[in-house]
């Protein structure tokens, strides 16, 4: 498949629990366009090296990897995430741990795996649009985007929510485990030397916190309107 570039994309980045994932969804469902979970092809070659016994500072064959990954993303129910398959297998819950979130975040800075991924997230620029959600999709991927968000929320307010998400499903969790690993995520992923998650010079800021799922959807779907469907039609 061949990136189509008269296709519209809203490029949505921040960092982890900032809500940049259900919003890219439920975005993607209203306007019938198509959704790109970026941090999932990174998770995924995580995942794909240490079931390949790779090493996570091997960047010749994590690159490989990241090359050879067989994707599909199919549309989850609202608000939840997207089923990922992964060789046809689901591992949408394998992909969302702590532990694979944090080797994700070790694979992304290395440059041959994020050369590999590049041109596989930009080909699913497609009509009639692509809802981009990532951590550099507006500064690296899709420059060109009409509409860039960056949406973020305090560390606190993000470890609560991803508390809320896992207390039901993993033994033990805690909240100040998530906090620091939030915090020690967040230095990493803002102080890498390739592509470094910072807002995009023209994004604009959502900051989520105490904000409920409709207050920001619908700041985001009035930018839409503004910068995409207006200015089509005028």
Same mark, same amino acid.
């Given at each position: ?11 949505? +980045? ?5 809500? @940049?994932?259900?919003?890219?969804? /439920?975005?993607?469902? @209203?306007?019938?366009?198509? /959704? ?5 092809? &990174? ?8 079931? %390949?016994?790779?090493?996570? +500072? ?6 490989? =990897?990241?090359?050879? *990954?067989d994707v599909e993303f199919v549309p989850g129910a609202d608000g939840e995430p997207v089923d990922v398959l992964l060789n046809g297998k689901d591992v949408t819950l394998d992909i969302r741990t702590e532990t694979c979130g944090n080797n994700a975040s070790k694979v992304a800075p290395l440059s041959g795996v994020r050369a590999a991924l590049l041109q596989r997230q930009r080909d699913f620029q497609q009509p009639p ?10 500064? =690296? ?8 968000? &960056? ?9 609560? $929510?991803? &508390? ?10 805690? !909240?100040?485990? *998530? /906090? ?6 967040? %230095?990493? +992923?803002?102080? $890498?030397?390739?592509?470094? *998650? ?5 994004? =604009?800021? !959502?900051?989520?916190?105490? /904000? ?7 700041? =985001? ?7 995409? !469907? ?5």
């Amino acid at each position: 498949m061949k990136q189509n570039l008269s296709a519209p994309v809203i490029a949505i +980045d921040g960092p982890s629990g900032a809500g @940049k994932g259900t919003i890219a969804q /439920l975005v993607a469902k @209203k306007l019938g366009w198509s /959704l790109l979970d970026s941090g999932a092809l &990174y998770r995924l070659t995580a995942l794909a090296a240490e079931t %390949a016994g790779v090493a996570l +500072d091997n960047e010749g064959k994590l690159s490989e =990897v990241a090359c050879s *990954l067989d994707v599909e993303f199919v549309p989850g129910a609202d608000g939840e995430p997207v089923d990922v398959l992964l060789n046809g297998k689901d591992v949408t819950l394998d992909i969302r741990t702590e532990t694979c979130g944090n080797n994700a975040s070790k694979v992304a800075p290395l440059s041959g795996v994020r050369a590999a991924l590049l041109q596989r997230q930009r080909d699913f620029q497609q009509p009639p649009g692509l809802v981009a959600d990532g951590r550099d999709m507006g500064t =690296v991927v899709f420059p060109q985007a009409p509409v860039k968000i &960056y949406m973020t929320a305090s560390a606190q307010e993000r470890a609560e $929510r991803r &508390y809320r998400q896992l207390k039901d499903k993993v033994e033990g969790v805690k !909240i100040a485990t *998530l /906090l620091s690993e939030i915090q020690e995520r967040d %230095a990493r +992923d803002s102080g $890498r030397e390739t592509a470094p *998650l910072k807002p995009a010079e023209d994004a =604009v800021i !959502i900051d989520t916190t105490g /904000l409920g799922i409709e207050q920001v959807l619908s700041q =985001v779907l009035k930018l839409v309107d503004e910068r995409v !469907i207006n200015s089509a039609q005028g």
